[in-house]
């Protein structure tokens, strides 16, 4: 899929016409690493020390992730330390935040492709985002913003069941204040009033938003790269097949589809936000076919090693784009290629009473598998393997405390 033209925007940091090779500096995960590295691209990861792509052979350096307050500084001094120009590549909303409100300090060192500031923080705000995408004309479900220690019966003019989620995910309260996944559903009054309760600790507001019925496999998604000069320079459309937890969860399970519909309003969401550079528009078809928009994320994600997979390398097409580099050959993303995290989306599947055998013959005909690779297998044995189960684990604890 390719799309029409825009306005020409304004990159962060150099070069326009650089011919240096350039050096990638990854904020994310291996699924983002190593559509790079396919590409011929060098890879500095700067993450957490326990996390996999510390052991992986796919990059040709790790810089640990200083904490948050010190994230801007680090990134500077590793980008003043690799050869050529520096393209950033976010992967999580509060670097992504972070970047996008210390601009002017970063674009000396890091190239990067964002949209303005301000539809930076309405896309990470939820009650910003709904409100927006209302007035105009987008198809969110009707929501409220409630304050958590104030009174039910405004939130269930929604007409119950409504899910509750936080404006702005607090990461370190997130899974102890909404159990394992990103929001919770409240069925009755009694159980919106306990949830409110619950979050009231951490948050003082939170959205109350009508639930729509459906399983995860009704999430279908758009993903785009909104080249320099405003052109959709690729897009390709997916859909969610199994998350952790089942519901309102993340995804351990996905395919690439081809849903017209799934384009059309993924470009309409794009244009009516004014987004630049990546991102991803995730909406839920309901019983009736009809496509609701929950969020739009402005940053990299695992989507894009699936859509590489398939055919379309977005990473690759943001390297060159940012470093002068001749853009890469990009096909139509081939519908039906799967990705698949492991063990985890193994430990969900057997939850959900798939059978070892089937989920096996299954897992035979996967296109990608996030966590494993045995080209490079020290990531999932020193790092993926018991970080997940570890994180699984947790996540279970979690949603009973908030059952």
């Given at each position: 899929?390719?799309?029409?033209?825009?306005?020409?925007?304004?990159?962060?940091?150099?070069?326009?016409?650089?011919?240096?090779?350039?050096?990638?500096?990854?904020?994310?995960?291996?699924?983002?690493?190593?559509?790079?590295?396919?590409?011929?691209?060098?890879?500095?990861?700067?993450?957490?020390?326990?996390?996999?792509?510390?052991?992986?052979?796919?990059?040709?350096?790790?810089?640990?992730?200083?904490?948050?307050?010190?994230?801007?500084?680090?990134?500077?001094?590793?980008?003043?330390?690799?050869?050529?120009?520096?393209?950033?590549?976010?992967?999580?909303?509060?670097?992504?935040?972070?970047?996008?409100?210390?601009?002017?300090?970063?674009?000396?060192?890091?190239?990067?492709?964002?949209?303005?500031?301000?539809?930076?923080?309405?896309?990470?705000?939820?009650?910003?985002?709904?409100?927006?995408?209302?007035?105009?004309?987008?198809?969110?479900?009707?929501?409220?913003?409630?304050?958590?220690?104030?009174?039910v019966p405004a939130a269930t003019e929604l007409e119950l069941p409504v899910l509750v989620k936080p404006l702005v995910w607090q990461l370190e309260r997130l899974h102890a204040d909404f159990g394992a996944?990103?929001?919770?559903?409240?069925?009755?009054?009694?159980?919106?009033?306990?949830?409110?309760?619950?979050?009231?600790?951490?948050?003082?507001?939170?959205?109350?938003?009508?639930?729509?019925?459906?399983?995860?496999?009704?999430?279908?998604?758009?993903?785009?790269?909104?080249?320099?000069?405003?052109?959709?320079?690729?897009?390709?459309?997916?859909?969610?097949?199994?998350?952790?937890?089942?519901?309102?969860?993340?995804?351990?399970?996905?395919?690439?589809?081809?849903?017209?519909?799934?384009?059309?309003?993924?470009?309409?969401?794009?244009?009516?936000?004014?987004?630049?550079?990546?991102?991803?528009?995730?909406?839920?078809?309901?019983?009736?076919?009809?496509?609701?928009?929950?969020?739009?994320?402005?940053?990299?994600?695992?989507?894009?090693?699936?859509?590489?997979?398939?055919?379309?390398?977005?990473?690759?097409?943001?390297?060159?784009?940012?470093?002068?580099?001749?853009?890469?050959?990009?096909?139509?993303?081939?519908?039906?290629?799967?990705?698949?995290?492991?063990?985890?989306?193994?430990?969900?599947?057997?939850?959900?009473?798939?059978?070892?055998?089937?989920?096996?013959?299954?897992?035979?005909?996967?296109?990608?598998?996030?966590?494993?690779?045995?080209?490079?297998?020290?990531?999932?044995?020193?790092?993926?393997?018991?970080?997940?189960?570890?994180?699984?684990?947790?996540?279970?604890?979690?949603?009973?405390?908030?059952?």
């Open positions: 899929m390719y799309g029409e033209h825009g306005n020409r925007v304004q990159t962060g940091g150099p070069r326009p016409g650089a011919t240096a090779p350039g050096h990638a500096l990854v904020l994310g995960d291996l699924d983002l690493g190593y559509p790079l590295r396919e590409a011929g691209i060098p890879v500095t990861f700067m993450r957490p020390k326990d996390e996999p792509s510390r052991f992986s052979n796919a990059g040709v350096g790790w810089v640990e992730q200083p904490s948050a307050p010190k994230l801007g500084a680090g990134m500077l001094a590793a980008a003043r330390a690799l050869p050529g120009p520096t393209v950033l590549f976010v992967q999580e909303d509060h670097a992504l935040q972070l970047i996008s409100r210390h601009r002017a300090s970063l674009q000396p060192e890091l190239s990067y492709l964002l949209p303005e500031p301000e539809v930076v923080d309405a896309l990470l705000d939820k009650g910003r985002f709904q409100q927006l995408a209302a007035e105009r004309g987008l198809p969110v479900p009707p929501a409220e913003i409630v304050a958590t220690a104030g009174d996944g990103k929001a919770v559903v409240a069925t009755t009054s009694a159980e919106l009033r306990a949830i409110l309760d619950r979050v009231a600790r951490t948050y003082e507001r939170v959205l109350v938003q009508r639930f729509i019925p459906g399983d995860e496999t009704g999430v279908e998604s758009y993903h785009v790269y909104v080249d320099p000069d405003g052109r959709i320079a690729a897009e390709f459309t997916g859909r969610k097949i199994r998350t952790s937890p089942p519901e309102f969860g993340y995804s351990t399970a996905v395919e690439t589809t081809e849903e017209q519909d799934v384009a059309d309003l993924g470009r309409r969401v794009v244009r009516a936000f004014d987004v630049k550079g990546v991102a991803k528009v995730d909406f839920k078809r309901d019983q009736d076919g009809r496509l609701w928009l929950f969020e739009v994320n402005a940053r990299f994600n695992l989507w894009h090693r699936v859509g590489a997979a398939a055919g379309c390398n977005i990473p690759a097409l943001v390297f060159a784009d940012l470093t002068g580099r001749p853009r890469p050959a990009l096909t139509h993303a081939r519908p039906g290629v799967t990705w698949s995290r492991q063990p985890r989306d193994l430990l969900i599947a057997r939850e959900q009473g798939v059978g070892l055998v089937d989920y096996l013959r299954w897992l035979r005909t996967v296109d990608v598998v996030g966590g494993l690779r045995l080209s490079d297998p020290m990531p999932f044995l020193r790092g993926s393997l018991w970080l997940q189960a570890r994180d699984h684990a947790e996540r279970r604890r979690n949603a009973g405390r908030a059952g």
